[in-house]
Every structure is written in structure tokens, then in C-alpha cells.
């Protein structure tokens, strides 16, 4: 083919060519090409400079990074708003965290299972019925058109330069508005933030805090605590919840400001685990519109400065929960002839162990929860609450007034809030109605008792006072002596006592049979008693072996020339 190319061109035309160029010629030409070049890329230049200013001259526009707190208001927004669903056409698929999108969601991928028929609407509206797939995200570079409030805008999401001034690679959002509207971007931001963070009157907003940078998690929405499902008496709850809710006026905000003393207020929770004490934190919480920031210094990662930017970021008029603050202490050293040893004292552990997730174990030190919580850059106008199993753990300098201003400890249940209880769980107006079959036979105490209650579950507000009476004394009976084959087991004397977590454990089992729940609870208190005892023996075995052990002396073997040349010959084989 090379070969044909004279021919085609003629036999003279190629050296003729390179005859008639001259470098005079050349010169010229290509410096003029150059300035063309030049010039076209300065004009091209020009105009996209002109074009920005003149784009942001006529456009504002806001930048909102990923990694801001904001990008997740925004994105929530679009993902609620069914006008910006429809114009995603090609949509990333995100399947992470799914089940945590709202139940209003329009961007949600979701398929209807059929243990959604007949349910309750509230169970309906649950992201466990309706099986969520994943979600619809917007693809990069695709504005959305959003009509908020009269105001146009156009959102975009990109992955490059972002700003116009950062080159890295980052996911970010571009809010654009119109000239004549300049507030239309900021009040979208105010609005997307309200809305994010709104919640019903029966919803409860959860924040937990990230071990990683000491920033708060998104909130977790969560039902409402109704007041009436604390079990406690009037004269202890009601003065607690009166104390927070003045604490929190605007009257004593001014009151503590006038005379120059911080805005804070601790309160401790303290006494037997499972006794409600979270409970009533909790419904405290909603009973006031409060939202919960728990904090855990002993977690993974944790460390004083993290703890104490936790404290400073908490908005004000909320609560901020530490559950077993006592486990914020170290650990108290093994001693071998100890007492008061626990059984769920796990001992030293090695804070090298980065765990599973790289995160070391928690560094807070007293001094800097302390200082977290009422330090000179603490937060004001919160209040704190704490609950601890064991308040003789905590240091004198941690529950003093002025840190916890007011401690309510938590005992047993009693025999009213046993019997309030029985009532919660089995009120008149849900278990009057005549029931067509048993719901479960297993539940059934035996054909008599069946018949004897006509298939009726309770016939009046005196029959589930005798109900409610019944079990209550079940629950805080003498205890029944044991039987004859287990008297060679040793009496033993236990403080006994059921918590009112247990109490529930018990009647959630037979929420549906009130009967079958006061007759029973006899045997199972029997049964826990019983537990209780074998337990307290294995505990004194153990503390007899310990004795045993401190008073006998370790056998003292003499040294003489025999043992030490036996000792060398052992040596010597071991290393031959």
C-alpha cells in the first residue's frame, strides 16, 4: 500500500513537496496557529469565569458536604417528598440501613408480605411487616426540582469539586434558587432540619453517641412512655416529675441566672436492678417533650474528650441519661478472702484489646466525667440523669449535691405495685368480653377452673380486685417448707424479693389468661425462691473453700543437698 503511494500521487510530487517548504514559511504560520489557540483558550476561560459570577451573581446556591449533618436533613426531605421521587429516573439503589428510613418514606423499595393482613394499623405502619428492599438515592448530576413553599429550587448531588474550590472526590449537594427569591435556600434548610428532627406527641427521639468522633448518632424515633405504666406510687413519682418540670421553666432559668449559678440539675436513680428506674426516666422524658441523649463512658473508643464534647453538644431543654454510671469506675482489684465479691466481677482486662470494630477499651477517668459534667464549658439548661445498681460504688465527689442535687432509690417491688401491676396488665375493658375458644390450651389450668369462669376472663371490677388481691399475696407469701427429699440440703437465709421486671417477665407470658397468671404465680415465686437459695450456697461453698484455704499453711519442703542434686538431674533431662 506504501509502495502504490507515488503512483497515486505522482512520481515527482513528493520530493517536489518537501522542495517548496521553507522554514521562513513555516515560522510564521505556526506562531499564528499558537495565538489562535491561546486566544480561544482565554476566551473559553473568560466565559466560564464570566458564567460562574454570573450563574452565582443570579443563582445562589448553597454547598452542603456529606459529611454534614445538614446532607442527611436534605436528603430525608427528598426522600419524603413524592414530587422529587418522580423525576428519578435512574436512582442509586442504597440497601444499608434500609429498615431505618421513616414509615413515610416515598423513596423506599418495599414489598408487602402477608403477615401484613389483619394486623392493627400501628403494626402496619412497621418497617418489619412491609419487608423494605432498599432505597432510591438521587444519581450524580441530576437536578431536582422542588416547589417549597411558592420557591423553586434545584437540588443536585455531585461527587466533584465541590465548592468550585475543593478538587477532592466527595459526595455533596448544590441547592439552587432563583435571584428573586434570595431566602428561599435558607428557609428550605430550616424547614428540612424541622422536619428531620419532628416528632408526634406519642413519639420518644433517642440519640446515642458515636464512640468514633464523639458526635451524636441520628435519632432513633421510639413510642411515647405513658406515665401510667410506672408503677410507683404517686408520692414518689410526682414530686420527681414536678421538680423537672420547674427546673426547666423559663422562671427558674432567670431565677438561676439572676444570682449567678450554672443552669444544671442532676438527678440518681439508684437501688435494685430491674426496679423501673429507666422507666421512669424515660416516661419523665415524655411526659415533657424531652428527647434522651444516652451516654455510655464506659463503652469501646470513649475517652474524656469525647465525653466532654458530648456534654457541650447536647441542645438544651433535654435529657441526658448515664445508665450504671458506676461502671464508669475501674474495676475493683480481685481479693482472694473478699466478701463482697460479685459474680459478675470479670476482673482486670487488658486495655490493649482494640475489640472487634479496632476501638480501644473506654479512658474515661472520674476527673473527666466530672468535669463533662459541670465543668466550665459543660452545658446548661439540661438536666442528667443517672441510674446505678450500686450506689456505694460511686465516689463521694461524683454523687454530691451539686452533681446529683436529688437521689430516689428503688427498692423490691411492693404488694401495691404488685397488684397496680396485675391491673395495668389485665384491665377490666380489655378482658370482659366472652372469649369464643382458648387461645392457647397449654395456658389452661386444668377443665374446672375453665368451666368455673363460665368462658368469661374477668366478670367485674371486684373480681379482678380479688384477682389482682390473689396474686399479690402469691407474690409475698411464707415461704412453704422444702420437701422431705431435699433435707439434706442446708437452710440458708436469703434477703428474698422479686423486682418489678420480674414481675412483667411473669405476667407476659400469660397476658392473655389473668386466671392462669394469679394461680400460678405461687410456684413460680416458690421457684425463685429456690434459686435464690441454691444460689446462696454455691456462694457460701465458695467462701468456706477460700477460708478453708487462707487457714491452711502451704507445706514447707527443707532443702538439702539430696533435693538440690535431684532438682539439677531433672533439669538436666529435660534438657537433654
Known amino acids: 500500500m506504501i509502495s502504490a503511494l507515488p503512483s497515486f500521487l505522482g512520481s515527482g510530487a513528493l520530493p517536489s513537496f518537501g522542495n517548496n517548504i521553507k522554514f521562513d514559511d513555516i515560522m510564521p504560520l505556526a506562531i499564528r496557529m499558537a495565538l489562535i489557540g491561546l486566544l480561544a483558550a482565554a476566551v473559553r476561560h473568560f466565559f466560564g469565569v464570566f458564567k460562574a459570577h454570573l450563574s452565582d451573581a443570579l443563582f445562589p446556591t448553597a454547598h452542603v458536604k456529606a459529611s ?7 436528603m430525608s426531605y427528598l426522600a419524603q417528598s413524592k414530587s422529587a421521587q418522580r423525576q428519578l429516573k435512574s436512582f442509586r439503589l442504597w440497601t444499608s440501613d434500609n429498615r431505618q428510613s421513616r414509615r413515610d418514606d416515598s423513596n423506599r423499595l418495599k414489598t408487602k408480605t402477608r403477615k401484613s393482613e389483619n394486623l392493627s394499623v400501628a403494626r402496619k405502619d412497621a418497617t418489619f411487616v412491609d419487608e423494605v428492599v432498599g432505597q432510591m438515592l438521587p444519581v450524580d448530576n441530576q437536578a431536582i426540582y422542588i416547589n417549597h413553599e411558592g420557591t423553586h429550587l434545584w437540588i443536585t448531588r455531585k461527587s466533584k469539586e465541590y465548592a468550585k474550590i475543593d478538587k477532592s472526590d466527595e459526595d455533596h449537594l448544590e ?24 416528632k408526634t406527641g406519642d413519639e420518644l427521639m433517642i440519640f446515642n453517641l458515636s464512640p468514633y468522633n464523639g458526635a451524636w448518632y441520628d435519632p432513633i424515633h421510639r413510642p411515647a412512655r405513658s406515665w401510667n405504666s410506672v408503677i410507683l406510687s404517686e408520692s414518689q413519682k410526682a414530686p420527681l416529675l414536678e421538680d423537672v418540670k420547674n427546673f426547666l421553666s423559663d422562671e427558674e432559668k432567670s431565677w438561676y441566672s439572676a444570682r449567678g449559678i450554672p443552669h444544671r440539675r442532676g438527678y440518681l436513680l439508684h437501688g435494685k436492678p430491674g426496679s423501673g428506674k429507666t422507666t421512669l426516666a424515660t416516661s419523665i422524658a415524655s411526659q415533657l417533650g424531652l428527647d434522651i441523649y444516652i451516654v455510655n463512658p464506659a463503652a469501646r473508643g470513649m475517652d474524656d474528650g469525647k465525653l466532654n464534647k458530648a456534654f457541650r453538644n447536647c441542645p438544651p431543654q433535654n435529657m441526658i441519661l448515664i445508665e450504671d454510671i458506676d461502671c464508669v469506675m475501674p474495676p475493683r482489684p480481685r481479693i482472694g478472702d473478699s466478701n463482697e465479691m460479685d459474680d459478675d466481677d470479670n476482673g482486670d482486662q487488658d486495655p490493649s484489646d482494640l475489640g472487634q470494630y479496632g476501638l480501644a477499651r473506654s479512658t474515661v477517668t472520674l476527673s473527666g466525667l466530672l468535669n463533662a459534667i459541670d465543668g ?27 452533681r446529683f442535687d436529688l437521689q430516689l432509690s428503688f427498692t423490691n417491688s411492693t404488694f401495691d405495685q404488685a397488684k397496680n401491676l396485675f391491673k395495668h396488665f389485665f384491665p377490666f375493658s380489655d378482658f370482659s368480653k366472652n372469649i369464643l375458644e382458648p387461645t392457647n390450651t397449654e395456658l389452661v389450668v386444668d377443665e374446672k377452673s375453665e368451666s ?29 417448707p422444702a420437701p422431705s427429699t431435699d433435707s439434706h440440703k442446708e437452710k440458708v437465709e436469703v434477703n428474698f424479693g422479686v423486682s418489678m421486671a420480674a414481675l412483667q417477665g411473669f405476667l ?32 457460701s461453698a465458695r467462701k468456706a473453700e477460700r477460708e478453708k484455704a487462707k487457714e491452711t499453711p502451704a507445706p514447707i519442703t527443707p532443702i538439702t543437698p539430696a533435693s538440690i542434686m535431684k532438682e539439677q538431674g531433672i533439669e538436666s533431662q529435660g534438657k537433654h
Open 68 to 74: 454534614d449533618p445538614a446532607f442527611e436533613w436534605i
Open 175 to 198: 441547592i439552587t434558587g432563583l435571584p428573586f427569591q434570595p431566602e428561599a435556600i435558607r428557609q428550605f434548610i430550616i424547614d428540612a432540619h424541622a422536619s428531620f428532627f419532628k
Open 376 to 402: 466550665v464549658s459543660s452545658q446548661e439548661d439540661c438536666i442528667l440523669f443517672a441510674t446505678t445498681n450500686h450506689p456505694e460504688r460511686l465516689d463521694s465527689a461524683l454523687s454530691r449535691p451539686g
Open 452 to 480: 368455673d369462669s363460665g368462658m368469661k376472663l374477668i366478670e367485674g371490677e371486684d373480681d379482678l380486685e380479688s384477682l389482682s388481691t390473689q396474686f399479690a399475696e402469691n407474690v409475698f407469701s411464707t415461704p412453704i
Open 508 to 539: 407476659l407470658i400469660h397476658k392473655k389468661e389473668p386466671r392462669v397468671a394469679a394461680s400460678k404465680s405461687l410456684e413460680w415465686v416458690q421457684t425463685l425462691r429456690s434459686e435464690m437459695e441454691d444460689k446462696e450456697r454455691k456462694r
